[in-house]
């Protein structure tokens, strides 16, 4: 288990670790566990929640039992069962998923959309139906009151087929050359698809005439963002009756409420990356939306970041599990990962547990060291010409700046700043004088206000520890070095006045004592005045001396 913090939100990745090939015996994996420390503390949640290559897209059944996940390769599907913690099934496809759908509660009913324009259609026993549609398919939703799937892709034309009659209906007519994405609302069943102009379509499917237009790439462009392409619909996903958020392939995030055509709110996540996917978290009004990249968690009102996530592989879809903290994705790795952040609500039922266990691990927190990295701000990065690097693995996202390893910190800045050299010669001939100045006889150093008081307490400290009666009796404070009267010494107005009416009334005699005093405290102002002459001497010397030395 590896535990990250941002914004101080603890997020608890439970898939990391290595993984114990199925070939070794119990007796082989006890004595692995025992000799490697990340084969022991590694959790092993689901078992087997891998895929042989890459997982493509995951999702969770309507009852929270079943996960179900596609990859490569070979294209399969795998299902895994919650309450057993184990793998279900598996099926083996003949062509890539695109994406897919579950229309019943559990894993029954299963539609996939292929990259080979084949529907398949599957039940519980297994495969039960293909058929094709025209054009190459991107997305699909299913309108649950008339039964009929709505499938967008490489054509103006979105596809409906309608599932009880079983035939095709007549297309609806788009204006746009391609379509990307769509989503059904669940509320008042309007569709909605995103077009490759980076418009959204709005149609009610009761009439099946289009009701709204959004222009999201004109609305996407503000003044912070640089985008040097058209922004497409990447993303789409409804909230509600009339909260609906879209994304695009520059990497904003905007924010409508249907009763308006100008967007609530844009969200830049600053890398140039397509949004993947967007889901909402209405128990803490959160938004999620993530990239290849990064999963960003932000508030939906101020677009506050809450908190983010940057695994190590690439992303190719997320899936938030409904009414709980866990959080599941599918990257470019074999390995699915598994997230799990208290803050946005309780563990599953299937894996209670966890809460338990990230209280133990909060009660003694570790405190997390970037010794090996470099922060740099993204001036740094244009000083040095790495503004290429953004959104790379080389740099990782904090704050309002980039971590970088110090090494190739270190490296492109000697290659950068070829003057490097004569920058730390000058600094070594800095250090070594300020060594010999150490080593000088270091003189009292007198305020500049109160000269005279002050060298009067030096005195009197003086001789109370030449005194022998020093140790019975309670030194009282120095006021030199006490920090409530520092600014007597250090603020002219409070420059004692000898030739007032008020300090001849309180010193009546000028004792001999205060003549010598005085006399003394010129001579220390001579003997300063010395030692700064003599220092820059010194100074212009070792430089000289040093600058020969280095030369050689």
């Given at each position: 288990m590896q535990v990250s913090s941002l914004n101080e939100v603890k997020i608890y990745s439970l898939s990391c670790g290595k993984s114990l090939p199925e070939w070794l015996s119990d007796r082989k994996k006890r004595a692995l566990q025992k000799k490697d420390v990340d084969v022991r503390r590694r959790i092993e949640l689901i078992q087997d929640f891998e895929m042989p290559t890459v997982c493509t897209t995951i999702k969770v059944s309507k009852d929270g039992q079943y996960i179900l996940a596609t990859g490569t390769y070979k294209p399969r599907v795998r299902c895994y069962d919650t309450y057993q913690l184990s793998l279900k099934f598996e099926r083996c496809l003949d062509s890539e998923v695109v994406t897919f759908e579950i229309l019943s509660d559990d894993y029954s009913k299963i539609v996939f959309l292929h990259n080979d324009r084949y529907i398949e259609f599957h039940s519980q026993s297994g495969f039960y139906y293909k058929t094709r549609i025209p054009?190459?398919?991107?997305?699909?939703?299913?309108?649950?009151?008339?039964?009929?799937?709505?499938?967008?892709?490489?054509?103006?034309?979105?596809?409906?087929?309608?599932?009880?009659?079983?035939?095709?209906?007549?297309?609806?007519?788009?204006?746009?050359?391609?379509?990307?994405?769509?989503?059904?609302n669940s509320v008042h069943g309007l569709f909605a698809t995103g077009t490759i102009e980076g418009r959204v379509e709005c149609w009610d499917p009761r009439t099946r005439n289009r009701v709204g237009l959004l222009d999201c790439a004109l609305n996407s462009v503000t003044a912070d963002s640089e985008i040097n392409s058209l922004p497409t619909i990447s993303a789409l996903k409804f909230n509600g009756a009339l909260t609906m958020a879209v994304g695009t392939t520059t990497g904003q995030v905007l924010l409508y409420d249907l009763r308006s055509d100008k967007p609530l709110l844009v969200k830049d996540h600053q890398y140039g990356l397509p949004i993947k996917s967007v889901h909402f978290q209405d128990s803490l009004d959160l938004i999620l939306s993530a990239d290849s990249r990064i999963v960003k968690m932000w508030n939906k009102n101020s677009g506050k970041i809450f908190t983010s996530l940057e695994p190590e592989h690439d992303l190719n879809d997320v899936c938030l599990y409904p009414n709980s903290g866990m959080l599941l994705t599918a990257n470019e790795t074999p390995k699915m990962g598994i997230y799990y952040i208290p803050v946005l609500g309780p563990a599953p039922r299937w894996c209670s547990f966890l809460d338990n266990l990230t209280e133990e691990l909060e009660e003694n927190p570790e405190s997390t060291v970037y010794d090996d990295?470099?922060?740099?701000?993204k001036k740094d990065l244009e000083n040095l010409g790495l503004t290429h690097l953004i959104g790379s693995p080389f740099l990782r996202a904090y704050m309002h700046g980039f971590f970088m390893d110090i090494r190739l910190y270190h490296k492109v800045k000697l290659m950068v700043n070829p003057f490097a050299y004569e920058e730390y010669r000058k600094d070594k001939i800095r250090q070594k004088i300020e060594e010999t100045r150490a080593q000088r006889v270091q003189l009292k150093k007198l305020p500049k206000v109160n000269k005279e008081l002050a060298l009067k307490l030096i005195e009197e400290e003086e001789e109370k520890q030449k005194s022998t009666w020093k140790k019975k009796v309670?030194?009282?404070?120095?006021?030199?070095?006490?920090?409530?009267?520092?600014?007597?010494?250090?603020?002219?107005?409070?420059?004692?006045?000898?030739?007032?009416?008020?300090?001849?009334?309180?010193?009546?005699?000028?004792?001999?004592?205060?003549?010598?005093?005085?006399?003394?405290?010129?001579?220390?102002?001579?003997?300063?005045?010395?030692?700064?002459?003599?220092?820059?001497?010194?100074?212009?010397?070792?430089?000289?001396?040093?600058?020969v030395m280095f030369s050689l």
């Amino acid at each position: 288990m590896q535990v990250s913090s941002l914004n101080e939100v603890k997020i608890y990745s439970l898939s990391c670790g290595k993984s114990l090939p199925e070939w070794l015996s119990d007796r082989k994996k006890r004595a692995l566990q025992k000799k490697d420390v990340d084969v022991r503390r590694r959790i092993e949640l689901i078992q087997d929640f891998e895929m042989p290559t890459v997982c493509t897209t995951i999702k969770v059944s309507k009852d929270g039992q079943y996960i179900l996940a596609t990859g490569t390769y070979k294209p399969r599907v795998r299902c895994y069962d919650t309450y057993q913690l184990s793998l279900k099934f598996e099926r083996c496809l003949d062509s890539e998923v695109v994406t897919f759908e579950i229309l019943s509660d559990d894993y029954s009913k299963i539609v996939f959309l292929h990259n080979d324009r084949y529907i398949e259609f599957h039940s519980q026993s297994g495969f039960y139906y293909k058929t094709r549609i025209p054009k190459f398919g991107r997305d699909f939703s299913y309108h649950y009151p008339s039964c009929d799937l709505y499938f967008v892709g490489a054509s103006s034309e979105v596809y409906r087929l309608n599932l009880e009659q079983g035939r095709y209906l007549n297309p609806l007519q788009t204006d746009a050359a391609e379509n990307n994405v769509c989503d059904i609302n669940s509320v008042h069943g309007l569709f909605a698809t995103g077009t490759i102009e980076g418009r959204v379509e709005c149609w009610d499917p009761r009439t099946r005439n289009r009701v709204g237009l959004l222009d999201c790439a004109l609305n996407s462009v503000t003044a912070d963002s640089e985008i040097n392409s058209l922004p497409t619909i990447s993303a789409l996903k409804f909230n509600g009756a009339l909260t609906m958020a879209v994304g695009t392939t520059t990497g904003q995030v905007l924010l409508y409420d249907l009763r308006s055509d100008k967007p609530l709110l844009v969200k830049d996540h600053q890398y140039g990356l397509p949004i993947k996917s967007v889901h909402f978290q209405d128990s803490l009004d959160l938004i999620l939306s993530a990239d290849s990249r990064i999963v960003k968690m932000w508030n939906k009102n101020s677009g506050k970041i809450f908190t983010s996530l940057e695994p190590e592989h690439d992303l190719n879809d997320v899936c938030l599990y409904p009414n709980s903290g866990m959080l599941l994705t599918a990257n470019e790795t074999p390995k699915m990962g598994i997230y799990y952040i208290p803050v946005l609500g309780p563990a599953p039922r299937w894996c209670s547990f966890l809460d338990n266990l990230t209280e133990e691990l909060e009660e003694n927190p570790e405190s997390t060291v970037y010794d090996d990295y470099k922060f740099v701000t993204k001036k740094d990065l244009e000083n040095l010409g790495l503004t290429h690097l953004i959104g790379s693995p080389f740099l990782r996202a904090y704050m309002h700046g980039f971590f970088m390893d110090i090494r190739l910190y270190h490296k492109v800045k000697l290659m950068v700043n070829p003057f490097a050299y004569e920058e730390y010669r000058k600094d070594k001939i800095r250090q070594k004088i300020e060594e010999t100045r150490a080593q000088r006889v270091q003189l009292k150093k007198l305020p500049k206000v109160n000269k005279e008081l002050a060298l009067k307490l030096i005195e009197e400290e003086e001789e109370k520890q030449k005194s022998t009666w020093k140790k019975k009796v309670k030194s009282l404070p120095n006021i030199l070095t006490d920090d409530r009267f520092k600014v007597m010494f250090e603020n002219p107005d409070f420059q004692v006045d000898e030739e007032s009416e008020e300090f001849r009334l309180l010193n009546p005699l000028v004792s001999k004592i205060s003549e010598k005093r005085k006399k003394k405290l010129r001579l220390l102002e001579q003997q300063e005045l010395r030692e700064k002459v003599m220092y820059s001497l010194s100074v212009r010397i070792c430089y000289c001396f040093f600058n020969v030395m280095f030369s050689l």
